[in-house]
């Protein structure tokens, strides 16, 4: 019997309120990170900053954002993520005007950077809330959902940064508009959204099965607050300690270089010398569309095929995703076929991720899952940033875009031959 069937009358309709609450917060996360590789083009122009040089930038904002994950996703288990999330998406709309107005490398980066932390208070909170809110046997579908959001929030970042090239704006408006729509959504997922089901008259969700139970394994409710009886350390120390966590974070590392490789050189390889009358910048949509789709579907075959084996579904798309980015290395930039291989290469190489993010409760636990989401993270973002100034450093060199897809597979080949030791 499923966890749910159980439960009260309105828990259903609550559950996916939550749900869809934080996937319209997070669908606007984006326009405040991944626009940067339109920019770099006009940049590169204006304020004569080169590319390995601008990697570097993208690189920082990483970094930020990775040790902003390993301080919030455990911020987001102690105060909720309702807050943080929703105080993150306002900060980051703040710090990328801030940005647009940068004249040199110090005035980009430093508040690039910030926004880097400010970005860090979105997705491991949110995935707190929608941890307390959802079973276990259902994990993988509300991951892929949420997956899906971040996969939509590419495109929408893509979307926007493409119109405003269209009408001809510089790279400053990059920064201006897009993040607009996320000051709009942390304000609505504030009102909505609540951490818990006893904030609504709720029961707990049971203790998850196949999770070891100790005496820190609940929260006590004291003067109407859910109060939780694991300390911070308390809580690092059990999530660095399992090591099928540490491998699991180990792949995503190699996952996360490859996506980010991706989202920040494939619209500098599209957009080509002549980046403001660009005949193939629509094309660098098929990418986050493909990320999308990619998502949703690996959560539904996590759950639904593999029976919540998380690991078969990431070494199975990581593979995949190697064997297209490599199709594309060797595809002229105009072929035909770079639309739907690109497509393709976004669906493997970012699908992956709902099935990582649903291991964090499944091997730690719910009240841990911030926690975890939140290091995990910090794994990913760190490594992401390694390949940022690679890649840049690389086609300044060679002077060939498509280097990236090479880094790309490599990487990907990489994270498939780690996740068969991922155990659940």
Not at 271 to 284: A, F, H, I, V
Not at 366 to 381: I, K
Not at 393 to 407: D, R
């Amino acid at each position: 019997m499923n966890q749910t069937d159980k439960l009260p009358a309105g828990f259903r309709a609550a559950q996916w309120r939550m749900l869809l609450a934080t996937m319209f917060c997070y669908l606007f996360f984006y326009t405040g990170r991944q626009t940067f590789g339109f920019a770099i083009p006009g940049i590169e122009q204006e304020l004569k900053i080169s590319k390995s040089t601008l990697g570097w930038a993208s690189a920082i904002l990483l970094w930020a954002y990775a040790i902003g994950q390993s301080i919030n996703g455990n911020l987001g288990d102690r105060f909720g993520g309702r807050r943080m999330m929703s105080l993150g998406a306002l900060l980051s709309c703040g710090l990328n005007w801030i940005v647009s107005f940068g004249s040199s490398f110090a005035s980009l980066t430093i508040p690039w950077a910030a926004n880097g932390y400010a970005q860090s208070m979105g997705w491991a909170p949110g995935s707190r809330v929608l941890s307390n809110w959802w079973p276990q046997s259902s994990r993988g579908k509300v991951y892929g959902a949420y997956v899906f959001a971040a996969g939509c929030a590419s495109v929408l970042a893509f979307a926007t940064s493409t119109l405003i090239l269209e009408f001809e704006l510089n790279w400053r408006w990059i920064f201006r508009l897009p993040v607009l729509l996320l000051l709009v959504g942390g304000v609505v997922y504030y009102i909505v959204v609540r951490d818990r089901p006893e904030e609504l008259g709720f029961p707990p969700l049971p203790q998850d099965e196949g999770v070891e139970s100790d005496e820190f394994d609940t929260a006590t409710e004291t003067q109407g607050e859910m109060e939780p009886s694991e300390s911070s350390w308390q809580r690092y120390r059990c999530v660095l300690s399992d090591s099928r966590f540490l491998i699991a974070s180990l792949a995503i590392g190699f996952q996360s270089m490859a996506r980010y490789g991706l989202l920040i050189w494939v619209p500098v390889h599209f957009l080509g010398e002549d980046w403001k009358n660009s005949d193939t910048k629509w094309m660098t949509l098929a990418l986050p569309i493909g990320m999308a789709l990619g998502a949703i579907t690996s959560g539904w075959l996590s759950d639904r095929v593999f029976h919540s084996n998380r690991s078969r579904v990431i070494g199975l798309f990581l593979l995949l995703a190697a064997v297209c980015s490599l199709a594309m290395f060797f595809l002229p930039r105009d072929h035909w076929l770079g639309v739907p291989m690109l497509l393709l290469t976004g669906f493997f190489a970012y699908g992956p991720q709902s099935a990582f993010w649903a291991l964090c409760p499944d091997l730690l636990g719910r009240e841990r899952a911030g926690t975890g989401t939140g290091v995990m993270n910090t794994f990913a973002y760190v490594f992401a940033g390694l390949g940022e100034p690679l890649i840049g450093w690389m086609i300044e060199l060679n002077g060939q875009t498509s280097l990236v897809f090479g880094v790309v597979a490599v990487a990907c080949l990489i994270g498939a031959v780690i996740s068969p030791f991922i155990r659940r």
